[in-house]
């Protein structure tokens, strides 16, 4: 058997099935080992918009996420996608093809240091220099992708290596990464600081639900009665009767969220980071709290916030072990006072369609455990805020990258992991155009995936900030010459429509979700809704810009 | 502030870049560097840094690299970082 051969045998005993990627000159050998294998390969349009793929499969299944691409541009074009994967701690295997080692270190013809590039956006990277390593290195990628901390991993593997024959027997894997060391000796010093809190808040991030620990959740939450306040990636975490959440924190947060976190005396943290957009001002945020730190990175902890007491470890045992009694129930009172005073409003005046009342539409009628991709922007910020999920992996939006671009592609990844689920990607008119070509791989493999295209004709999140903060310099963010969307999508063969008016949404909606195929809605807004409340730059966040205030 | 840190870690191609690349993105400068490759496949490297941010933040970082075996912060009680 050739190294190409192994390489997809290999990827089988890990149970990959699907891999996304786009070939090459240097990949040539694992591209014609798949023409005849039970893998299924999805040619994307654009690396990047593979790997995007790839991400979106892992964040909607669990599963990881495989891509593929050849050497030089191939490979330079997954960096974006593996940064992405970096940031939000997705578990994502990159198959690169690199030039023969013969030639390498020479400038070959497609020949890019791909090992050198990857060291800043992956958890890991190898370079495979004999057949004979092959096996145990992609064994050793997959492993590391999800142990721990989940992450991108890269292996590039040169041509004559693809070509090399071993007549080796397959080894068998192991699952080491159920092996996760926990401490549990600071939950008797956790559960000291919870019980003589008076104004709790659990404070959720993405690590619980990778930590497969949805259901310690709810339970910590039902035993210890608090308000709750989840990141982007958390969203989704708390159950959706849960009275006490409140919402995403930071600087789109909802007012009630932000407002207890600042009040707070005890904020627990559960398998989240701190990161910028959570805190506003990092002096200011949550000055009254002590903080517990549960995650399973030791390097997260004291990083940004400093913790009276850390956790390390999976979730599951953590969550129960410092589960104890609290009674804060005027504190509760005082949260639900705060949700119900500062409840979202949709009564916005006119006949134009207002973006948020969209998204609680759509949220409202699409199936309980539909998918939702988003790009980035302020389209992305609305639907965090506007919309709600039963789950996480009901929620794909890029975090920490914040990539534009990443919403069509993750859908179609996240339609291939659950073909029996609705999927959706909300995109803004600016986001749509960064991967727009991945329509192609919607076509040819006839994927109901909706789009509903958010359009204002702006770069629409610079834009607030250029009339907040910038005096009205309108510098390079309006896109009013688009292309006609709806013409764009029939070009692939994807019907759609464009509505312009608010009585136009409820049928339109309708439309799309009962036409069986991809689906097409364009969205058109007025270029003048911000997206509120908004923390402005350095400031706390209790210092938020309202709508009225603006 | 100046520190030294000796690591052990596994002698693969671009392990020394990894940690560079690291103590530079994390806001450390490098102001030694010293390595000696073992018999049993592992380099011995001793890193000299310097840096206003606490240590831990650069340690920490460092740990968590899949090819780092082992890490201590010459004469300083903070050792290897772990669960």
């Known amino acids: 058997m050739k190294g190409a051969e192994l390489v997809l045998k290999v990827l089988q005993q890990h149970g990959v099935d699907t891999v996304f990627g786009y070939p090459g000159g240097a990949i040539m050998p694992i591209y014609d080992a798949l023409y005849q294998s039970s893998i299924k390969h999805y040619l994307c349009r654009h690396e990047q918009g593979g790997a995007f793929s790839a991400i979106g499969y892992a964040r909607a299944s669990g ?32 198959i690169t093809g690199q030039v023969s080692q013969a030639v390498m270190g020479s400038d070959a013809f497609q020949e890019v240091d791909v090992l050198g590039l990857s060291l800043a956006v992956t958890k890991h990277s190898f370079m495979v220099r004999s057949v004979d390593e092959l096996a145990a290195t992609l064994n050793e990628a997959f492993t590391i992708a999800q142990a721990g901390r989940p992450g991108p991993v890269l292996v590039d593997i040169p041509k004559d290596v693809q070509l090399a024959d071993i007549d080796a027997e397959l080894q068998a894997i192991s699952k080491s990464n159920s092996n996760i060391q926990t401490s549990l000796a600071n939950a008797a010093a956790a559960r000291k600081l919870i019980a003589a809190a008076k104004k709790p808040v659990a404070y959720i991030g993405g690590g619980v639900h990778m930590a497969d620990a949805m259901n310690q959740l709810q339970q910590f939450l039902a035993s210890n009665p608090m308000p709750s306040v989840t990141t982007l990636k958390g969203m989704g975490s708390v159950a959706k009767d849960n009275e ?21 005396d005890l904020l627990i943290c559960l398998g989240a980071r701190f990161d910028d957009r959570v805190t506003g001002n990092l002096q200011k945020f949550a000055p009254l709290a002590k903080v517990i730190h549960v995650d399973i990175d030791p390097a997260e902890i004291n990083k940004v916030r400093f913790a009276q007491v850390a956790l390390l470890g999976d979730m599951k045992q953590i969550l129960p072990a410092i589960s104890t009694q609290n009674n804060c129930s005027d504190w509760l009172t005082h949260c639900a006072q705060l949700k119900q005073q500062y409840g979202w409003r949709y009564d916005h005046p006119g006949e134009r369609i207002y973006a948020p009342l969209l998204l609680k539409q759509l949220s409202e009628r699409m199936p309980d455990n539909s998918v939702v991709a988003c790009d980035v922007g ?8 506007h919309m709600r999920f039963s789950s996480p992996r009901n929620h794909l939006s890029s975090g920490g990258l914040g990539t534009m671009g990443f919403g069509l592609p993750a859908a179609i990844g996240a339609k291939l992991a659950r073909p029996q689920d609705t999927v959706i990607t909300v995109t803004g008119d600016g986001s749509f155009m960064m991967n727009v070509q991945e329509l192609a791989t919607i076509k040819r493999f006839r994927l109901p995936v909706k789009i509903v295209v958010i359009d204002n004709q702006r770069l629409g999140m610079v834009k607030q900030w250029q009339q907040l903060f910038f ?6 963010t309006d896109l009013s010459d688009n292309p006609d969307f709806v013409a764009l999508a029939a070009a692939f063969a994807i019907p759609g429509h464009c509505i312009t008016r608010k009585d136009e949404v409820t049928d339109a909606l309708e439309a799309m979700f009962t036409w069986p195929g991809p689906y097409l809605l364009h969205v058109c807004i007025d270029d003048k809704d911000n997206v509120w409340p908004l923390v402005p730059p350095g400031a ?8 009225a205030k603006a | ?7 052990t870690a596994n002698n693969t191609p671009a392990v020394v870049e990894r940690l560079l690349q690291v103590t530079r993105y994390r806001g450390y400068q490098l102001t030694g560097l010293e390595m000696k490759p073992r018999s049993d496949r592992s380099v011995a490297i001793t890193l000299s840094v ?16 899949y090819d780092v075996v082992q890490l201590e912060l010459a004469g300083s009680e903070l050792a290897v970082l772990s669960a």
């Open chain 2, 50 to 65: 310097s840096g206003d941010k606490p240590i831990h933040l650069l340690t920490s970082q460092l740990h968590k690299l």
């Open chain 1, 471 to 476: 005096n009205e310099r309108y510098s390079e």
């Open chain 1, 378 to 385: 302020q389209h992305q910020m609305w639907v965090a805020q």
């Open chain 1, 244 to 264: 006490h959440y409140l919402g995403m924190l930071g600087m789109h947060g909802t007012q009630a969220a932000n407002l207890a976190v600042q009040q707070c």
């Open chain 1, 63 to 94: 599963k990881v996420g495989v891509c593929m691409a050849t050497s030089g541009p191939g490979a330079t074009n997954l960096i974006t996608s593996l940064a992405d994967a970096m940031l939000d701690s997705v578990p994502v295997v990159a």
């Open chain 1, 540 to 547: 706390a966040n209790e210092e938020m810009i309202t709508e």
């Open chain 2, 1 to 7: 502030m100046n520190h030294v840190l000796n690591i």
